[in-house]
Every structure is written in C-alpha cells, then in structure tokens.
C-alpha cells in the first residue's frame, strides 16, 4: 500500500510542480509586460516576426479552408436548397472558432517552437545566467517582448484569416452552386454578428499568451544540451497545442450566453 501510494505521488508530483513554476514564471512575466516599459526595438521585432512572417501561412491555409468549407456546407445546403445559407455559416465558423483555433495553431507551429528553441539554446549555452550578472532581467528583455507580440498580432492574423476565408467560400458559392453575390452578404449580414468577429480576436489574444508563454517557460528551463532543446521544442508546441484546445472550450462556455 506504501508502495502504491508513493508512485501516486510520484506520478502527480512533476505535473504539479510544473503547474507551479509555470505559474510564478507567469506572474515575473506579465509583471515584467508592464513594469517598466517594454524596449520598443525588441517588441517590434517581435511583432515582424510572429505578425508579418506568418502572413503569407496564414493566407494560404486560410484559402484552403474557405474552399474546403464551401464545398462541404455548399453541397450540404443544396439537398435542402438552402445554398444562400453558405455565407452566413462561413462566417459563423470562421469568426467564432475556426479562425482562432488555426491561427494559433499555425503561429504555434512556427513561432511558438522558434521561441522555445532560441530560449532553451540559450539557457544550455548560459546565455541567460551571463544576463543576469551583466543586471539584464531576461523575463523583460526575453519574455516580455514575445507575449506583447503574441498578443497583439494573433487577433490581426485571426482577422485576416477570417476575410480570406469568407472570400474563399464565397468564390466556391458562386464558381459550384451560383450564389448570387447580394444574396450571401444579406444572410451573412443577417446571421453574422459584429461580436462574433470581436469574441473570435478575444480567443486569438488568449491563444497568442499561451502560446507565447509556454513556448518561453519550457526554454526557460530546458536542461541537458542539444536534446534538452530538441525536449524543450516538442514539449513547448504539444502542450501549447493541448492548453489552446482547452481554453477554446471554456472561452466559448463564457461567450455562449451571446451567441445570438
């Protein structure tokens, strides 16, 4: 029985430990976002890099999933000859959940992996200690910057996404099932509301924290060289992955009650 219960804890002791430091780094960090300012060269560099260097990603898949969409919703909607309604569930869909959800999934995929790799290459290299005695606060000077840019650019890239994706069903409306084109912005302006776009751009500023800080905190403390980056990389993009989907969910209970 001492037995059993010890592996118990020793099965839930790291998760939570993990939990903990996650969240003191959490709080230096956010604390650091505001507490002095930001380096403006350092936040707009990271703006460029999470904003503008995901762009060309972000058109390209959001293009895709506007077609694959139409033709799903189109070819559906036509045994009920309701083919005008493919606008409106474009933009239902993309604006409240399939835009933010692929945003953050891409920028994760991209960015997120490049922040946990730079940080944990320079944590196995003692770059960071070599910071600190040189009074250089690595959660301002590291961190910091890349939240603020997370922050700020996944709602525009969710923004983006959601245009071109709408755009892209729309061309399919009219190339497969002949939409007329006063017609799918009547039923897109009829059921789309203004908040879904708004409640979509809050989910991305959530995602855009999470992936930027997990990326970050699992650098920050990676350990044992080459492999312990490679570790940090993978652990950083599946967890982001995992807590996006998660906090999806509870954003959307939260959101639910204004649905319509």
Do not use: H
């Not at 959001?62 to 569930?89: Q, T, W």
């Not at 869909?93 to 960015?111: H, Q, Y």
């Not at 840019?149 to 890239?157: F, T, V, Y």
């Not at 983006?160 to 006063?182: Q, T």
């Amino acid at each position: 029985m001492t037995s059993t219960s010890t592996s118990i804890m020793q099965l839930f002791a790291k998760p939570i430990s993990g939990l903990g430091r996650y969240t003191l780094f959490m709080q230096r960090s956010l604390w650091r976002c505001f507490l002095p300012p930001v380096q403006l060269r350092l936040l707009l560099k990271q703006l460029e890099f999470i904003g503008n260097r995901s762009l060309v990603i972000i058109i390209i898949s959001a293009i895709m999933i506007g077609c694959i969409f139409g033709l799903i919703l189109g070819d559906i909607f036509r045994n009920f000859g309701a083919e005008s309604m493919l606008g409106a569930a474009a933009g239902v869909a993309l604006s409240k959940e399939l835009a933010p959800i692929f945003c953050g999934f891409l920028v994760t995929a991209r960015a997120g992996s490049s922040m946990a790799a730079e940080i944990a290459t320079m944590r196995v290299n003692e770059q960071i200690d070599a910071m600190r005695v040189m009074a250089v606060n690595p959660y301002g000077y590291l961190v910091a910057p890349r939240m603020l840019g997370a922050l700020i650019m996944l709602p525009l890239l969710t923004a983006v996404f959601m245009l071109v994706g709408v755009m892209s069903a729309y061309l399919i409306g009219v190339a497969f099932f002949d939409i007329d084109i006063g017609t799918f912005l009547e039923k897109m302006r009829w059921i789309v509301k203004p908040r879904f776009i708004f409640q979509g751009m809050e989910k991305a500023a959530v995602f855009g924290v999470i992936l930027a800080s997990i990326g970050c905190f699992k650098g920050f403390y990676a350990a044992g060289g080459a492999k312990g980056v490679g570790r940090a990389t993978t652990e950083a993009v599946v967890l982001s992955l995992v807590a996006i989907l998660i906090s999806d969910y509870f954003i959307s209970y939260l959101q639910f009650d204004k649905v319509f």
